[in-house]
């Protein structure tokens, strides 16, 4: 399956987002503009003025919502869930080169970085849904772990998230419960 660039780093920013809230423990990472700033640079966005408490509060609403159209099996539901958001926020795609390049922009000109974020997120999203099929929205599979991926490998047979080294995790507890049951 193949995702470009752009839409893929939109992607992993709404991946990242959901996980820097883990359902498991509680623990919460995005608990200052400094921690929404970092986590944004990592998935290359150019931050042109300093993040908002606004901005930190709507992404962190943005969250739960994002998370629900992981595994979920019901396709037409996620569609109509993320097109909402489109809606709600009065998305205004637009092409634009300002750095140089053809791509696109969602948020309304001028919108508060958080949206520009929710936006572009929500695309990249219903993209992959488009090109790929819901079912490439996934929750990891290591039980321990509540963590979302988007599944970009060719087959879609991707069952654990990276963030955690779950697929190692899994296959070094499994080589070791087979040990065991050789040693009896
Ligand atoms: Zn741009
Ligand atoms: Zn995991």
Redesign the pocket.
């Known amino acids: 399956m193949a995702i470009s660039d752009y839409s893929s780093r939109a992607a992993l920013t709404a991946v990242d987002l959901v996980n820097s809230y883990d359902v498991m423990t509680g623990g919460d990472e995005l608990t200052s503009e400094a921690a929404a700033a970092a986590l944004l640079g990592k998935r290359g966005w150019v931050l042109d003025r300093p993040l908002s408490g606004s901005d930190l509060d709507r992404l962190r609403a943005l969250r739960p919502r994002l998370r629900f159209v992981f595994g979920n099996s019901v396709v037409r539901k996620s569609v109509e869930d993320l097109n909402g958001i489109l809606r709600e926020l009065g998305a205004q795609p637009q092409l634009s080169d300002h750095d140089g390049s053809w791509h696109w922009h969602y948020a309304r000109p001028r919108a508060p970085l958080a949206e520009r974020v929710a936006t572009t997120c929500v695309v990249a999203l219903l993209t992959v849904i488009a090109d790929g099929g819901e079912s490439r929205l996934r929750i ?3 039980v321990e ?3 979302v ?1 988007v599944d970009a490998s060719r087959p879609g047979s991707r069952r ?2 990276d ?4 697929g190692n995790r899994v296959h070094a507890s499994a080589y070791r419960e087979r040990k065991r049951q050789q040693a009896n």
């Open positions: 990891c599979e290591r772990c509540g963590n991926f654990f998230c963030a955690k080294g779950c």
